[in-house]
Every structure is written in structure tokens, then in C-alpha cells.
């Protein structure tokens, strides 16, 4: 087959930067794409080449097959990395991109097809016998339907939409009353965010926790797993801080998740990296959520505990190569965490925070590593997800881990614009979170908003401090305290390309 020549990178920002790091060190060229708000952001920047898409919305850029397989083919790249989001499960555009000769890095379109739809997935997963929770096998057609499969499972009952995820088109129900504005909230949230409101009912969870498996196969039907990452700290149905390993596995436990999310890759004859996604009750028994067909934003988790370049596993998966390790070669190491820091205000329900940041200084030293794609005096725009960064931290074990996390988000200093680092510092000091005692209500049960860090205060005195150090200096200098932007040309050449 052929070999990977150029890759172009079919998404923006910090997973962006994070493939050109790892095409760099495999000395493959790169293409990026950027829209108008993108014009000077550092994954730009970094790539070999970059070819402007369009504007902001990512309709009119990012999620535009034809911008992009056009981008492709002016620039010569014969291989297309999806990163998450986006188009990352999009069959569809997979199959665009091998009809048009192009190396999808990334699983077979079939595969995304089937597992991309909640209720085939979950018929799957039966064939397998892998447990999921009771509720709709399939998709619900109405109201009426839908009360009837609540009575019978009992509420609590979660709404889930069919396609898509991050929380889009879900909803849980505590009462019959409830039921019918909830369902109709549910499918039109999944027809705006999916083009498809299809919903099914399943029973919601006692003390739920989320854990996910990394699987990595390559194309000659070797699957592995590389153990699990914990997921259950949550807003809104979506991540905020994640580690592993979890505390609540132990070996019999994990191998029982790790066997039964190979079972599922094998399945579907899946190939790539991916992710299987659990919930394990507080009776420790697992159910089959769902499979994300693509990198998780969580993976330098596992790359921390492992010591593995997952993106550099996919470029070898998509070039042919077989798996340089089985099963019994693998293992894992230490603990990690990471925080997934926003722009959000967790005093005013996590709402998008967007603005300039004024200041952006991130932590530093040994097992600290901070993936970003946003840099001090650039916008976090609202055309897509706030995170600025992703803080992770490696020690030897949970305990040191969690301290080398309180350090770096102490350490972390933004300005401009509210963050989850006071959110995510609460957590380190939380005495439950510490005892690995907590689940996905960890939220609604244990954080109260309001609560400030006297880091903030320190943080609000030193700006100030330098900002008059530095009238004081430029009144006696003359200086100008605003300096002319010169673009000489850059933005016509770049726009050009």
C-alpha cells in the first residue's frame, strides 16, 4: 500500500498541534487549515503549509468536505488525519477521503457507521454478550413509546440521543411528569446538533462512574487495549478531569473491561485507535455506553501511564504496519491526571467565558506537560469549544499525583478570561476525589460555586503591579505603550496558499 507522504490536518488548535508534534518526529510533512478566526493561531504557525478555509463557522470551514479534500489535493498530501471532533466521525467524509485516494488515518468507514449509532452499537455489544443498560434496543418512535419503556425500567430514566455525543441531546428524568417535554427537549437538541433527533430510553444509573478503555488494532485483526482512563468528573454530560488508573478497578475488575472492550473492536473489525466507554454502577457491574471512533482528548492519560505516542501508532496502523507489542507486552506505570481547563465561569454554571487572554503563563517542570492551542493576547473564540489547554500530570502514585496537579494549577496563571482552574484545584482538595470516592454527580454533590482561591487574588495584585512597573518605565523612556503590527504581506501570502 502507499506510504504516508504529507499529511493534512483536518482540524485546529491543540490536537492539531499535537499530530504536528508527533509528524515532525516521524519526519512527515504537514498541512493546516484555518478559517478567519484562526488566522494567527499557533497551529498555523507550526505546520509545514496551511491553506485558509473559510469563515469562522465551522460550517463554512472545519466541517466543509469539499475545502478540505480540495486542500488536500492542491498541496499534494495523500493522507488525512481527522484529531476528534469535527469530522472525526463522520463516515461519510472517511469515505470521501478513500475515494479520492486519500489514507484516512482513522478506522474503516463501516465501522465508524456502526458505532456511531447508539442503538447498532448497542446490538453489537449484545451479540458479544456485553451488558448495556436496560432500556430501548432501538431508537423510540414516540411519547407514548417512550413512557411505556420508563414505567418499565423505573426512574430514573436518561434520554439519550441515537447519534453524536458530548452530552448533546441527553436527558435525565426523575418522574413521569417529566417525561414528554424532556423527550421532545432531547430530539430537538440531536436534530440541531446531529441533523438526526432519533432518541432511546435507558435506565439511568445508581452512583454511576465512567470508565473508558483505550484499544489500539492495526489492520491485521491484532487488537489490544492500553487499561482504562476514569472519566467521571463532569459538567453537563462532559468531561472535565480524567485519570488513570482508576481508583476503583482493581485487576479482575480491569481485565473484565479490557476483555470486553476488545471483544467490541473485534466486532465491528475495527482499526486504529479507539475508545470503549463503560458505567459501572455502585455495585461495581459494567454496561456498554458507547465507542468513540477516534482519539479521545483524554489520550495523553494513557500515553503517560504507558509511555506510548498514540498518534504515532495510528500513522503506523494507516501505513500498514502490524502492532509492535501484544497483550502480555503491555503494562502500565505511576498515575496521571489530567484537568481540561476552560474557558468557563464555574460560578455561573460553566458557561462559555470568551474573550482575549491578557495572560497565559502555564505551569512547568518535571511530569507536568500542558497540550494548548491558544497563546498569551489571542482570542478564545466563540465559534468553538473553550478549552484553552489540557494540564496533565505524571508521578509515581495517585497521592503524588494529585499533589504535582494542585502545584501546576496553582502555578497556571490566566487573565482575561474566567478558567475551570479553581474548579479543577477544589477537586484536588476535595477530601472524597482524594479517597477516590466520587462519581459522575460528583458536581451537583460536592462543588459550590463561589468558592475562590486566594491564587486569584495573588494573580489580580501581580498584574496590576506590572502594569504599573510598566507605565512608570515607558513615562520616563517615552516609549509607546502600543506597539504597531506589521504584517508585511503574511496574511495575503498565507491566504494565497
Sequence with gaps: MDQIKKVLIANRGEIALRIIRTCREKNIP?????????????????????????ASESSESYLNTEKILNAAKSTGSNAI????????????????CKDEGLIFIGPEPDAIHLMGDKTTARSLAEKVDIPYPPGSKKEVADVAEGKKIALSIGFPVLIKAAAGGGGKGMRIIHEIEEFEKSFKAAKSEAKNAFGDDRVFVEK???????????????????????????????????????ESPSALLDTELRDKLGNAAVEIAKACNYVGAGTVEFMVDKYRKFYFLEMNTRLQVEHPVTELITGLDLVSLQIDI???????????????????????????????????????????????????????????GQNVSIYYDPMISKLCVYASNRQKAMQKMKRALQDYDISGVSTTIPFCLSVMENKEFQEGNYDTHYVQNH???????????????????SLIKYENRTAHTGQST???HKTDGWWEQRKSV
Design 482 to 484: 502600543v506597539n504597531e
Design 30 to 54: 504537514t498541512v493546516a487549515l484555518f478559517s478567519d478566526s484562526d488566522t494567527t493561531s499557533p497551529h498555523v504557525l507550526a505546520a509545514d503549509e496551511s491553506v485558509y478555509i473559510g
Design 204 to 242: 439511568y444509573l445508581e452512583g454511576p462512574r465512567h470508565i473508558e478503555i483505550q484499544i489500539i488494532a492495526d489492520q491485521f485483526g491484532n487488537v489490544v487495549h492500553l487499561f482504562e482512563r476514569e472519566c467521571s468528573i463532569q459538567r453537563r454530560h462532559q468531561k472535565v478531569i480524567e
Design 447 to 465: 462543588f459550590r460555586p463561589g468558592t475562590k482561591s486566594l491564587k486569584d487574588d495573588k494573580s489580580i495584585i501581580a498584574l496590576v503591579s
Design 318 to 376: 494507516a501505513n500498514g504496519l502490524k502492532l509492535p507489542f501484544t497483550q502480555s507486552d503491555l503494562m502500565f506505570n505511576g498515575h496521571a491526571i489530567e484537568c481540561r481547563i476552560y474557558a468557563e465561569d464555574p460560578d455561573n454554571q460553566f458557561l462559555p467565558s470568551t474573550g482575549t487572554l491578557l495572560r497565559h503563563r502555564i505551569p512547568s517542570g518535571p511530569g507536568v506537560r500542558v497540550d494548548s492551542g491558544i497563546e498569551e
Design 81 to 96: 488525519h481527522p484529531g476528534y471532533g469535527f469530522l472525526s466521525e463522520n463516515g461519510e467524509f472517511a469515505n470521501l
